[in-house]
């Protein structure tokens, strides 16, 4: 499910485009989404019909946003304020409207992290549970869905019992070891009796970063703020001067490496060298072990192998699912579905968009952690029913032909790399796949060994009315 597809709603242009300056989102980044967006839509609808009117090459639907609601009825007090009844009762009628177009459902935040440009949550973090309640009656009610990203399980369940909404939620391990177990068990008792569904990030996620991309090192280093604006071959080029490397080294060392989410330097792995990343690598990937064994601070290490694979070396901050080993005892629940991603909201920062290949390449075909037919499963017909979809999912008559044919044996995904072709030659992260000989969107053949045929063949999907969840 594409960001822009469950961020998007009536919001109107001006609201978006409000904030002048952030320490949060670069200008590319705003001028490639007011820039390259069309903005004729005023409702759910509308949004839909835009996008329908590009022509996409891939099936997609959305969800409309709480957040982008709030702003749209509450103006600026959506950001820091309770609503009020009347404000309450317009959201959920609103909602329920959106769904009406083909609104998959309403797509709640209650992670104080993701933040506006000027810093401060998003819209909808903090409103009070009677009004999710509110939109989740209004949504349940058509047979839709309710998602939610960050929220304790009393509202879950109160989205389901009161609202009388199915749930979708993002769940996932932050610590290591012994919290799997507890959670899946806590997950699994909020399902009994409840249309609750999770989904996990399937690896250890979070921040990419190298010479190519962004660099997360403390913001008053004065040597590595220089980087920021520059070409990757600028960047060798200072990388190259002696008197700099040392430099940026020796600030690194002060102001060490920024603790994001709880992550810090002794989460930071090598993605290797090799055609695939090694997501799953232990501390022989580790940079902190690897620049203790060659005698020399992280920073040193981080820029050396910058320098000796120009600018191509690439290492992630392992926020999300640290431990591969308790994340395995987690995503065997039933309850679990793969499928987590940010891939799509923070397109300098997060490479997801493989994790379906990693499902087949390390679960499935590495660890043997689903039977093949399982896990074909879990990426197919199971959240296509958590969606409500009935006509696809399953190879059958009278179902849509979206069909991947793929050689298990060499499923794998490609390095992550940064390339320039959004609105105003503005980057983001790419991935590519091999192991795929071909693509089939709704019975027509759109890539032939990852190659595109040209085909564009994507349908946007609308919500129609609650389907049977397969046994």
């Known amino acids: 499910m594409s960001q822009a597809a469950r961020t998007g709603a009536s919001t109107p242009r001006a609201r978006w485009s409000r904030p002048a300056s952030s320490t949060c989102t670069p200008t590319w980044t705003r001028a490639a989404i007011l820039g390259g967006l069309p903005w004729d839509w005023e409702d759910y609808g509308g949004y839909l019909d835009s996008i329908e009117r590009l022509r996409p090459g891939i ?9 982008a609601l709030r702003f749209y009825v509450m103006g600026d007090r959506a950001v820091d304020e309770q609503a009020t009844d009347d404000e309450r009762r317009r959201m959920a009628q609103m909602a329920g409207e959106a769904v009406d177009q083909g609104a998959m459902g309403c797509s709640l935040n209650r992670f104080a992290g993701h933040r506006l440009p000027d810093g401060r949550s998003i819209p909808g973090t903090f409103a009070a549970a009677a009004e999710c309640v509110d939109i989740a009656r209004a949504v349940g009610r058509r047979g839709a869905l309710m998602q939610v990203v960050g929220a304790e399980f009393a509202l879950l369940r109160a989205l389901a019992d009161e609202g009388g909404s199915r749930v979708l939620f993002s769940h996932g391990l ?26 996990a990030q399937v690896r250890s996620s979070g921040l990419v970063f190298g010479l190519q991309a962004g660099m997360p090192i403390a913001s008053r280093a004065a040597h590595w703020r220089r980087l920021k604006p520059m070409t990757l071959a600028q960047r060798l080029a200072v990388l190259a ?22 992550a810090s330097i002794e989460r930071v792995y090598w993605l290797g060298d090799g055609a695939s990343p090694d997501y799953a690598a232990g501390s022989s990937h580790q940079l902190l072990a690897m620049a203790e064994a060659a005698g020399e601070h992280w920073a040193h290490t981080f820029l050396r192998m910058s320098l000796q694979s120009q600018g191509m070396a690439l290492f992630t901050l392992r926020m999300f699912n640290p431990d591969m080993d308790a994340l395995a005892q987690f995503i065997a629940s039933p309850n679990v579905l793969p ?51 009935t006509d696809r999912g399953l190879i059958a008559p009278g ?42 969107v709704n019975g027509r053949v759109s890539l032939i060994d990852g190659e595109p045929t040209g085909e564009r063949a994507g349908q946007v999907l609308r919500h129609t009315r609650r389907a049977a969840r397969p046994a």
Request: contains cysteine; proline residues 4%.
């Open 241 to 262: 001067d002696p008197a700099q490397f040392q430099a940026l080294v020796d600030e690194a060392r002060r102001d060490g490496f920024p603790n994001l989410l709880g």
């Open 59 to 67: 099936n997609l639907c959305g969800l409309v946003g709480h957040s």
């Open 399 to 440: 179902q849509r032909a979206d069909i991947n044919v793929f050689d298990l044996a060499r499923i794998g995904e490609h390095q992550p790399r940064i390339v320039h072709d959004f609105p105003g030659g503005a980057p983001r992260y790419t991935q590519r796949a091999e192991g795929y000989a071909a693509t089939l």
């Open 174 to 199: 932050a610590r290591n070891g012994g919290e799997a177990l507890k959670r899946r068990q806590n997950l699994e008792a909020l399902c009994i009796g409840r249309d609750v569904t999770a989904i």
């Open 339 to 389: 499928g987590l991603g940010d891939a799509g909201a923070h397109v300098t920062q997060v490479m997801d968009a493989g994790w379906a290949s990693f499902v087949l390449s390390h679960w499935m075909r590495t660890c043997g952690l689903h039977t093949l037919q399982e896990g074909v499963r879990r990426l197919t017909s199971a959240p296509a029913a958590v969606l409500g979809l």
